[in-house]
């Protein structure tokens, strides 16, 4: 591990512990952009799995035990036949799990949003809204999302919850924190997950989202960020 990602993965660690004894979501993408297939719509999915802290250390070592692996990129995995059949092992590993699952999707990105950037902060911030509202699982108050590359995309994620809190969508006490899944294993579930829908909605291969779609809370997110405050946020 890198000097930078170990310093941001004791970030991390202190800031579970300040997160107690209360469940964290972990949050990954997928999605079909124009400039990936121009004569296809695009799409986006923010994928959520929300994990009570007492499972955690065990869950990264039975993900690793699973995927062989010390990291895992759905994509990445899938352009080889062994790296299908641990995607394949990994779904079946969700779907023996009991951990709630929410995914947010835009199917109908406007055509102005030509990086979905627009359709990734609309995604996001519906899945906070669901996060942290308690509607089907406890409240949660710690949001895991995977690091993205760049600055300036890492910038226009923390403005996403910002802006979310600023308009009273979100507790302001909620707490997101960008991290890698290169040590943070439990984003390697949001992003099979992910995976798995994106084959579905892009590839018409149904069979490894249908093995857990009966797990799953979605969210029809309509572009322009059609949510309303939270009453007592």
């Known amino acids: 591990m890198g000097s930078n990602n170990k310093v941001k993965a004791e970030l991390l660690a202190a800031r579970y512990v300040r997160n107690g004894d209360k469940p964290v979501a972990f949050v990954d ?15 986006y999915i923010a994928t959520a799995v929300v ?6 250390e065990i869950m990264r070592k039975q993900l690793i035990e699973v995927a062989e692996a010390e990291y895992w990129h759905s994509t990445q995995a899938f352009q080889s036949e062994e790296g299908k059949a ?7 590993y969700v779907v023996d799990g009991v951990e709630p699952i929410v995914i947010a999707v835009q199917s109908e990105v406007d055509e102005k949003d030509s990086n979905l950037e627009e359709a990734r902060l609309d995604c996001i911030t519906a899945l906070a809204c669901e996060l942290t509202s308690g509607a089907v699982h406890e409240p949660v108050e710690l949001i895991v999302v995977e690091e993205r590359h760049d600055q300036a995309s890492r910038k226009r994620d923390e403005y996403i919850f910002s802006q979310a809190r600023k308009q009273n969508l979100i507790p302001r006490t909620t707490a997101a924190f960008q991290a890698s899944p290169s ?3 439990l984003l390697w579930l949001p992003d099979v997950i992910s995976y798995a829908l ?5 590839e018409n291969e149904p069979e490894m989202y249908n093995a857990v779609s009966n797990r799953v809370r979605t969210i029809d ?3 322009g960020r059609q949510v309303q405050p939270q009453k007592d946020a």
């Open 29 to 43: 993408e997928s999605y079909r952009s124009k400039e990936q297939q121009r004569n296809a719509a695009p799409f």
């Open 198 to 202: 994106y084959r579905n909605m892009a």
């Open 86 to 92: 641990k995607f394949m092992a990994l779904i079946d």
């Open 51 to 56: 994990i009570a802290p007492e499972e955690h």
């Open 183 to 185: 040590y943070e294993k």
């Open 221 to 223: 997110v309509p572009s």
